[in-house]
């Protein structure tokens, strides 16, 4: 038996014998409605499913089997997990339907595998026989299916192990002949400006000079104007009185 399973079974097989009490209160709803949900109304609902959550948290396995009260989302669960099966094996949930279905939906019960003799499957189950937890040995005929813990780990396993063997992305190192040129504003927190390559720094720099130089004021011939002699614009037809100064 895997380790999950042998571990479920140990906290169940201290547990057999309980009976609920009156009002069907189980210590297990009890526990349900406080820790798993906040909701009164599991302290009386039907516990086979309520006493496997329990019974998986006190072994410390509640990741892989589940903690649930509504058998037939249990079961789909596992079938998400990718941990259903057909075939009963010790530690396994087992879910029944009293109608002999084979629908997930029409789950009804469930318990756990503790042995398998032959076509007999022996388990542990809660809320049998109308108050009792205790060993049952059942035939396949109303069984659903299995849903298995140790399979749960094990895809849990190899997922985690599929995300670590991802390589992370590495940039690219930057071209020998460019440079980066990186501005920032006052508090040094954001860029003004992204990394320019070589010739675009370059450009910038000449482009820079170029203004500097056009705007810086160039002193005047002997410190005074100069007016440019122009032909008398009354002498053209239409023409309007204009002068330059340079």
């Known amino acids: 038996m895997d380790r999950i399973g042998d571990d479920l079974l140990k906290v169940m097989v201290a547990e057999l014998g309980y009976r609920e009490g009156a009002g069907q209160r189980t210590k297990f709803g009890e526990w349900y409605s406080t820790h798993v949900v906040q909701d009164t109304q599991y302290r009386t609902a039907p516990w086979c499913d309520m006493f496997i959550a329990w019974a998986a948290e006190r072994a410390g396995v509640e990741e892989y089997v589940g903690q649930f009260a509504w058998t037939p989302s249990h079961a789909r ?3 998400t ?3 259903w099966s057909s075939t009963p094996e ?16 029409g789950v009804d019960h469930v318990g756990v595998v503790e042995r398998v003799d032959g076509g007999t499957i022996h388990t542990i ?5 109308r108050v009792w937890l205790k060993r049952k040995a059942r035939d396949e005929s109303k069984v659903v299916g299995y849903g298995l813990p140790r399979k749960v780990a094990e895809n849990l396993t190899l ?9 992370a992305e590495v ?3 930057p ?17 003004l400006l992204d990394p320019l390559p070589l010739t675009t720094l370059i450009a910038f720099v000449l482009g820079w000079t170029f203004l500097i130089a056009k705007w810086h004021p160039r002193p005047p011939a002997s410190g005074r104007h100069r007016r440019r002699r122009e032909r008398d614009p009354r002498s053209r037809p239409g023409a309007r009185h204009s002068s330059r100064v340079d």
Do not use: C, H, M, R
């Open 77 to 79: 669960w596992f079938e």
């Open 81 to 83: 997990q990718g941990a």
């Open 90 to 105: 010790p530690g396994a949930l087992v879910f029944f339907d009293w109608s002999g279905g084979k629908n997930i939906k």
């Open 125 to 129: 189950e809660a809320n049998v026989d």
């Open 159 to 167: 997922g985690a192990e599929d995300t670590a063997e991802t390589p």
């Open 171 to 173: 940039a690219p190192a």
């Open 175 to 191: 071209a020998a002949e460019s440079v980066s040129l990186v501005l920032y504003d006052p508090e040094g927190t954001f860029p």
